[in-house]
């Protein structure tokens, strides 16, 4: 390319989000830092994440920002629950500069290309994994040459819709840059919690029928070395002093060997770091108390398994491949490594009725009475390109809404009840509370209605 074009990648709003812990968007740092490699200028925006420099209305920071970056190409990866926002962004980017082009991707472009890319605000679509495809797809767009040579791409021309082959996967995860976090317009303004989010690797070879994961990894899973790992951990202690890790795989937990592996390394090179990942609720399985223990050694504080639902049929339904009868085991190995625990469920799955909802009732009340537990519960949505969606399944919300707001008030109680023990935790909660009344006064009167509820 002659004239290196400016990018800017945004992740619209999710509907989700405010639910959520605060997150970075790693996977449009992922290409950010991918694009920057091959001498493109990028900057990133996450919409999802109120700061004090982006206060909280969407379409005014994205004006800001387009005007003040001026970007030649706009980039928004997103999922289903974030499409609307996608679109308002877009419509935002065409106001601002109509010559500005728009190119989306991510989970629901990749599920529905043709779907997706009608909409008049989006000029190009990636599916798939996004890092090659994008540098390939800006130096066609920049050379005019044939499109339908750039594998991974849908895009428009005689009133038609064109999606060419899908591209194969990077073979080598080493490849991508890990020093993307500065392309975060508002860095200063991302606790280092957020910072510290890590993907290890990509994919997972597991067939839930409700996840969206295989729709871009082809339920393959790629693992970067460990090398590679240590390395962005030793470069984020370093850069930002971060001490907190997520490690945000699918599956982290899926090779015993490698999990291994990386703790030693960690403990070899003498970082005190504190750190969490998730596994599925048959870690027992493969792992023992040992390998457990040595996680322990090496910082991990928090361990978040996916059980999803306390009933089997459910369970079954859903192609989960978990045993309930099992987790009695997984629960004590845990405890007796001294590794928190994390339970989430998903609630509305499909079949679902009063008798499975009080099955999940019941786990999560043996849960928190074995491990004192946090909890996390979530509403089922299916998405496009699961086999869940294509099911059309969805259970009676009316007559369930009682049971869904029983459930998510036990949860938030035995949170309050888990968290509010930890001095951490709670002084990082006051501080974030004081500069609002309101927000003080209903953090301690939740946690007064939690500790004087009987849930145990």
């Known amino acids: 390319m002659t004239k290196p074009a400016k990018i800017l990648l945004i992740a619209p709003l999710s509907t989700l989000s405010r639910k959520l812990p605060i997150l970075i968007p790693m996977g449009l740092l992922s290409i950010g830092g991918f694009l920057r490699k091959h001498g493109l200028e990028v900057k990133a925006y996450n919409a999802s994440f109120i700061s004090s420099d982006f206060p909280g209305d969407t379409i005014i920071n994205v004006k800001n920002i387009l005007k003040n970056y001026s970007p030649d190409i706009l980039g928004l990866g997103f999922p289903t629950d974030a499409l609307q926002s996608a679109i308002d962004i877009a419509r935002t980017a065409k106001e601002v500069d109509k010559q500005i082009t728009t ?220 045993n309930i009868a099992e987790t009695e085991t997984l629960m004590k190995m845990v405890k007796n490594a001294g590794i928190k625990l994390h339970a989430d469920f998903i609630i509305g799955l499909p079949g679902e009725n009063k008798t499975t909802l009080n099955q999940t009732f019941k786990m999560m009340k043996n849960i928190w009475e074995k491990t004192r537990a946090t909890m996390s519960v979530a509403i089922f949505k299916p998405y496009p390109g699961t086999t869940a969606f294509e099911q059309k399944e969805s259970p009676d919300y009316k007559k369930l809404h009682n049971q869904f707001k029983e459930i998510f008030t036990y949860a938030e109680t035995c949170n309050i009840k888990s968290l509010s023990s930890n001095a951490r935790f709670l002084k990082n909660r006051i501080a974030k509370a004081i500069n609002s009344p309101k927000e003080l006064k209903s953090l301690f009167a939740k946690t007064i209605k939690a500790w004087t509820s009987k849930n145990d």
């Not at 190009?124 to 594998?151: A, P, Q």
């Not at 993307?180 to 508002?186: F, G, V, W, Y």
Request: proline share 4%.
């Open 103 to 322: 190119i989306v991707g991510g989970i629901h472009p990749t599920a529905m290309p043709e779907q997706t890319l009608i909409n008049p605000y989006f000029d190009y679509l990636v599916h798939g994994e996004g890092e090659i495809t994008f540098v390939e797809l800006i130096e066609s767009i920049h050379n005019k040459s044939d499109l339908v040579n750039v594998k991974g791409i849908a895009f428009k021309k005689n009133g038609r819709i064109n999606v060419t082959e899908a591209r194969p996967e990077i073979t080598n995860l080493d490849d991508i840059p890990y020093d993307n976090r500065d392309l975060l317009i508002d860095i200063a303004n991302y606790p280092k919690t957020a910072l510290g989010q890590i993907h290890t690797s990509r994919g997972c070879n597991h067939s839930c029928a409700y996840c969206s994961s295989p729709i871009i990894w082809k339920k393959k899973i790629r693992y970067r070395s460990v090398k590679n790992v240590l390395e962005e951990i030793i470069y984020l202690y370093s850069k930002y002093r971060i001490r907190d890790y997520n490690f945000a795989d699918d599956n982290f937990t899926l090779d015993p060997k490698r999990v291994q592996a990386i703790c030693n390394e960690i403990l070899d090179k003498g970082l005190k770091i504190r750190w969490q990942c998730c596994a599925r609720a048959d870690i027992h399985r493969q792992f023992d108390l040992a390998v457990l223990k040595l996680m322990r050694r090496a910082g991990c504080q928090n361990l978040c398994i996916g059980f999803e639902s306390g009933s089997q049929a459910i369970l079954d339904h859903a192609e989960r491949g978990i």
